[in-house]
């Protein structure tokens, strides 16, 4: 079965940082960009970045950028993403995503359940 | 443009037919995807390019382009399509991806 699998839930505060793991099962890690997206309480969807493990490529949306790294160990087949200087505004659930060509198309087929970050003082 | 506009709300009889729409100019250069959300779960793909279902999704779900805009229906929507929707594409600059702000579908 392919499957995307997160970290826990995280409690943290403000002015610190929280690491994300996800660790994919099922198929070949590097053949496939991992994408991370956030979704603030009762919000939508926002596209956070990508991390391309076999190439080291690495791209982000303007807003998270500076305060975002996105890394994998291809060893271990995990993506992760570490998020510093942690505001409230950054309480959200994050979830990894897996975009793969389909045809000549492009999806997110495959989710991680998501990681919870609370951020609180 | 990096935007990609959904109606924040639809609402939809049982058995009836329903259109989400999303529009960008991407869209004019790049077919979007769509997922449906249901709460406290992760999204799920539903179609994708001009109208492809992955497997496992009903054929009630389908989806068209039109210049700027584009479709997601439901036909005969089922009690179990109460949901929330999101198109993603390209940002036509930049080539990030983006979301459209999600539309929430109510089947009375």
């Known amino acids: 079965e392919v499957r995307l699998l997160q970290s826990g839930a995280e409690v943290k505060k403000p002015g610190t940082a929280v690491k994300i793991s996800c660790r994919a099962s099922?198929?070949?890690?590097?053949?496939?960009?991992i994408h991370w997206v956030q979704q603030a309480p009762g919000k939508g969807l926002e596209w956070v970045g990508l991390v391309d493990a076999e190439h080291g490529e690495i791209k982000f949306a303007e807003r998270f950028q500076g305060r975002v790294t996105l890394t994998a160990d291809t060893s271990i087949d995990t993506a992760y993403m570490e998020l510093s200087g942690l505001r409230s505004d950054d309480t959200a659930i994050y979830y990894c995503a897996r975009l793969s060509g389909l045809g000549s198309f492009e999806a997110f087929d495959i989710w991680g359940q998501g990681t919870v970050v609370t951020v609180s003082s | 443009s990096s935007e990609l506009t959904q109606d924040p709300a639809v609402s939809v009889a049982l058995g009836q037919t329903v259109r989400i729409t999303c529009q960008g100019d991407s869209l004019r250069y790049y077919y979007p995807s769509w997922y449906q959300q249901k709460p406290g779960q992760a999204p799920t793909l539903v179609i994708y390019g001009k109208s492809n279902r992955p497997s496992g999704i009903p054929d009630r779900f389908s989806g068209s382009n039109s210049g700027k805009t584009a479709s997601l229906t439901i036909t005969g929507a089922q009690a179990e399509d109460e949901a929330d929707y999101y198109c993603n594409s390209r940002d036509g600059s930049s080539g990030h991806l983006v979301f459209g702000g999600g539309t929430k579908l109510t089947v009375l």
């Open positions: 099922g198929y070949t890690f590097t053949d496939y960009y």
